[in-house]
């Protein structure tokens, strides 16, 4: 019997899993955890507020950033505009100097041209009044028949000159009957005159020459006392 019961008793200790082994029962302890051992709460009021000033200031520094690109950019286009106008007034004057100097080199071209030309007409009225032909008349109508072919020619040439001088843009004055003007006539005599007013140019001696507001010759008379 004895064999029996042990045979059995290691039959029922095989059925156990090959292995397994009882673990051995340990007694827990509750450990409470200390408070100030993990990280504080943070306050989610608190944690916005800074968020929220750590934006307004970058805020505030993109802005000051932005105001001094723009008040560098005014201060660029301030001088840009200076400088713009200062060239416009320099380029402006340097075309009103340029065409003043042209306008004055086109008169004193004029005026050499419009010189040598008078006192060849000077020369030729002088021979006509010899003639006793009346200048005016000689520049209009026909060429008198009756007069020498070198009278006929003088006055050709004489209406040829004159018409050099207006192309020139030049022409002659008579100012007799006018009162006297300093800055048109020279006064080679002064006469009294009865019935007269006293200023008065009485006589050409010598018929002046103009081009618009330029005087290029005066004329030379006697004025009334």
Avoid: C, W
Avoid at 115 to 123: H, K, L, P, Y
Avoid at 134 to 139: K, L, M, T, V
């Amino acid at each position: 019997m004895s064999g029996g019961h042990e045979r059995e008793a290691a039959a029922a200790g095989n059925d156990r899993p090959t292995g397994a082994e009882e673990a051995p029962v340990v007694d827990a302890e509750v450990v409470e955890e200390d408070p100030g051992a993990g990280p504080e709460p943070v306050d989610a009021a608190e944690g916005g507020r800074a968020g929220s000033q750590a934006e307004n200031v970058q805020a505030e520094n993109v802005e000051q950033d932005l105001a001094s690109l723009i008040e560098e950019a005014r201060s660029q286009r301030d001088e840009y505009l200076e400088l713009a106008r200062r060239t416009k007034a320099d380029f402006e004057n340097y075309r009103k100097r340029m065409a003043a100097d042209s306008a004055a080199a086109r008169i004193r071209g004029r005026i050499e041209v419009v010189d040598g030309v008078i006192e060849a007409i000077d020369n030729l009225e002088r021979v006509m009044a010899a003639e006793e032909i009346d200048p005016d008349g000689a520049r209009q109508g026909e060429l008198p028949a009756d007069l020498p072919v070198s009278v006929q020619g003088v006055i050709v040439a004489y209406r040829d000159l004159h018409a050099t001088l207006a192309k020139a843009g030049a022409k002659a004055f008579d100012p007799a009957g006018e009162p006297f003007d300093p800055n048109l006539h020279e006064a080679l005599q002064a006469v009294p005159t009865d019935g007269v007013e006293s200023g008065i140019v009485v006589e050409v001696m010598q018929r002046g020459y103009r081009a618009e507001d330029l005087v290029i010759r005066p004329a030379r008379v006697v004025v009334s006392q």
